[in-house]
């Protein structure tokens, strides 16, 4: 097993620059270096394991050595050196590893060696794996070095941990930072080696390792092979293995908390409990699943269901903290799916239970407390006259006494604008906010308020303003990773 692991994780190392996966800044950046006969002689590889540092090392000796680069600058992968380089038997290129003791020593030789000309090809290229681990000795060698590279050797360090490495040599290095290969990347190389090595792979398995390996290629390759047995993949053997929790599990819960059931949710979490998940890692994977949803409803710019989520995510990141200290390792989530479901801010209907919570809520916020008692005294005790005037002066009071998110979010864009035979118009900046309030059960909740308010039954109608202003969120929109988000 142990052979074939590594067998299969060096099969499907990046060969040439178009194979390496999920670190296209880095690529364009070495490609446009080779073509313009610009490669550094000292390269600093820094970023988390298994992302492609000495895969791409190798690729830079290949491509200042190849006998026949291709015309995109690829290396050809069948001259002599290419071979030697995929086979790991070119002498120019010495791969150290700081870490052990053999990779001490050699470093330490370093200054002596380098004056050598290269053996064989026409360039010498160290890679010094695992850098951080240098000795003081071994860095202040490498620094004399580094200050006046002969012109045939090229150094290239890789490490994950660059604070431990001396802005000394730092300032010396071009830079390269490795990111975590996205879960996708991920998930799409595994599918195509999981095609070419005949593996009948579940697309939910491939899923849970992608999403599993946090960002490391290698890892989800190793992993890969290692939980495929007789040539298959199922989603369940990785499950069990690897602990991870069941997706049908995730979505339930979710469905539950978004429909406000407490009860339900709190059954799914017994019932966890109970299996003997792990509940630590069921919230982690929760919480992904709640920042994919709440970045999509971003994209969709949905942003009152993206407060909601944002809320969720909050509570659950306490909650997380606190299950491997409580005594009874559920509670902090049971917690906290009481504190998400009765949440004053997004419950639907109030009942008797949700007072104690709602009272503690309001304590964190002095001031909006006062303003919920004096809303109520006035609600109690004076009514407004039905104007416009007063429409206007209290539209914020007023619209502060919704309960369903959507509309409280999208009644902040409105502004009522006229009276007439007890038909209120409201101006809104958007098509998107008006249709939302004019929906038949938000338009109903929002008249109600207003009756309740000034005693006097209303009508509901809208417009769209002429001159359109932009949402505030729309204002500010910055993309990342192919979504776009608001400055807040
Ligand atoms: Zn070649």
């Given at each position: ?9 060096r099969?499907?190392r990046p060969h040439n620059f178009?194979n ?34 000495t895969s791409t090392a190798r690729l830079i000796a290949k491509a200042l050595n190849c006998a026949n680069l291709?015309?995109?600058?690829e290396p050809c992968d069948e001259c002599e050196f290419c071979s030697d380089i995929n086979e790991a038997r070119l002498i120019d290129l010495i791969e ?22 290269p053996t064989k090809s026409k360039c010498k290229i160290y890679i ?26 090229y150094?290239i ?332």
């Amino acid at each position: 097993m142990a052979v074939d692991k590594i067998a299969l994780y060096r099969k499907y190392r990046p060969h040439n620059f178009d194979n390496l996966v999920g670190q296209d800044h880095v690529k364009t950046t070495l490609i446009n270096a080779i073509k313009g006969n610009n490669v550094s002689h000292a390269y600093l590889f820094t970023g988390p394991r298994g992302t492609g540092k000495t895969s791409t090392a190798r690729l830079i000796a290949k491509a200042l050595n190849c006998a026949n680069l291709k015309g995109d600058f690829e290396p050809c992968d069948e001259c002599e050196f290419c071979s030697d380089i995929n086979e790991a038997r070119l002498i120019d290129l010495i791969e150290i590893d700081a870490a052990s003791n053999r990779g001490i020593d050699e470093v330490r030789d370093l200054k002596e060696k380098i004056q050598f000309a290269p053996t064989k090809s026409k360039c010498k290229i160290y890679i010094i794996d695992e850098a951080h681990m240098m000795t003081k000795e071994a860095f202040n060698a490498l620094l004399k070095t580094l200050e006046e590279p002969p012109t045939h050797t090229y150094f290239i360090l890789a490490t994950t941990e660059v604070h431990k490495i001396p802005e000394t040599i730092i300032s010396r290095c071009q830079r390269f930072d490795f990111k975590r290969v996205s879960s996708k990347a991920i998930m799409t190389r595994l599918t195509y080696i999981a095609q070419i090595e005949g593996i009948e792979a579940e697309d939910k398995a491939l899923e849970m390792i992608s999403k599993y390996v946090d960002g490391g290629l290698r890892d989800a390759i190793g992993l890969m092979e290692q939980l495929t047995s007789n040539g298959e993949l199922t989603s369940e053997h990785v499950q069990d293995v690897l602990g991870i929790s069941d997706y049908s599990l995730i979505d339930s819960l979710f469905e539950k908390l978004t429909e406000k059931n407490t009860k339900d949710s709190l059954d799914i979490v017994n019932n966890l409990h109970s299996q003997g998940s792990d509940l630590r890692q069921f919230v982690h994977e929760f919480i992904q699943h709640v920042r994919d949803n709440m970045l999509m409803s971003v994209a969709k710019n949905d942003m009152a269901n993206v407060a909601e989520f944002i809320k969720i995510i909050e509570i659950l990141e306490k909650a997380q903290e606190k299950i491997s200290s409580s005594t009874i390792p559920q509670l902090p989530l049971e917690i906290a799916i009481i504190q998400i479901t009765q949440s004053p801010e997004y419950h639907a209907v109030e009942e008797p239970t949700t007072q104690v919570i709602r009272q503690e809520k309001d304590e964190e916020r002095p001031h909006k407390k006062i303003e919920n008692i004096a809303s109520v005294q006035e609600n109690e005790e004076t009514k407004f006259d039905l104007n416009l005037e007063n429409l206007k002066q209290y539209w914020p009071r007023i619209t502060e006494r919704i309960k369903t998110p959507a509309l409280k979010m999208s009644l902040r864009e409105s502004a009522p604008v006229s009276l007439e035979d007890s038909v209120i118009t409201l101006e809104f900046a958007t098509k998107f906010h008006k249709e939302k309030v004019m929906e038949h059960d938000n338009r109903v909740e929002l008249e109600m308020i207003i009756k309740d308010f000034f005693d006097h039954p209303v009508k509901i109608s809208a417009t769209i303003k002429e001159i359109a202003i932009q949402p505030k969120h729309e204002k500010y929109l910055f993309y990342r990773d192919g979504f776009a988000f608001p400055l807040l």
